[in-house]
């Protein structure tokens, strides 16, 4: 295995479940009860995660724990920019979805001049910030840090002075805001959102390929749509939430299941082909919790069979390159 170079990010302070951060693990033991070599056969990077700051009671109840996520955040950004840096694919697997925003950062600090496609297959569009946010759980804000978003047309709250800093820190990362834009965003499986992302989703018309959309037209077509939108693009990063599963198929297994989800072999399909391109230069997995799921360790077992996959596709399309 020599293309890919794994990224464990354990850090679930940004979750409003706890148990996330059990995830990368879970995964790593069905690969061992399959005497499977897998994260051995390439290095292993581990991120350094504030998972102590749970036992705080939070001074930032509009973003939780946004201090030390910010911590999280840079050191998630540096490790991940470092291994593309040396020419591998950063295959990340993390704890809770607010991670992504680290991952992402640290792509572009990579790659500052590049333009990034961003295909978020996930049952939540995580767009909130401190503004329009109705939990402070900061797994729901990663899109909007990434977009520098503070969607002020749709504001309910009021965050602090405190707050709004670290907000517009994490924004501002590495002098590159926005990281990502809105034109080269596309959502697969959502299917759970608020108003204020919903009016985002809207009016900047980022693309949603629902669950019923992909069955109707069938993946092949929907992906190829997806990547003619993307073409632009120089290449692109997948981050998969595994509650775009339906947890009454696969497991209640994560912190915020959502009914009516895909299949595996749907999200397996959607991903192989996106990888097929030959465009995407990192993968992220997340979300999987181990101590809600209500069938033993079902979603990692489910998890790591998707994970196997890929990886295999993965090295197929760097071999054609």
Known sequence: MHTIQ????????????????????????????????????????????????????TRFPLAKRIDAYSEVFADAARVVADVMDSGYFPLVISGDHGNAAGTIAGLKMSRPEQRMGVIWIDAHADMHSPYTTPSGNMHGMPLAICLNEDNENSRINDPDSETSGYWNNLKAFGDIAPKIN?????????????????????ERKVPNYTVDMVKKRG???????VLDKLKDCDYIYVSFD?????????????????KNGFRPAAVLEIMQLIIASGKVACLEIVEVNPLLDN????????????????????EKAASQR
């Open 6 to 57: 794994f990224i464990i990010n354990e850090s679930e302070i940004t979750a409003g479940t706890r148990g996330a951060s059990l995830g990368p693990r879970a995964v790593e033991i069905e690969a061992l009860k399959k005497n499977d070599d897998l994260f051995v056969r390439a290095p292993v990077h581990t991120v350094a995660h504030r998972n102590n700051a749970l036992y705080d009671r």
């Open 182 to 202: 809105y034109e080269d965003l596309v959502f697969f499986g959502v299917r759970d959102v608020e108003e204020p992302e919903v009016q985002l989703m809207q």
């Open 219 to 225: 993946v092949k077509k929907c992906v190829a749509e």
């Open 242 to 258: 595994v509650d775009s599963m339906d947890p009454n198929i696969v497991s209640k297994g994560t912190g915020t299941p959502v």
């Open 295 to 314: 069938k033993g360790n079902e979603m990692a077992r489910t998890t790591y069979n998707i994970l196997k996959e890929l990886i295999h596709s993965i």
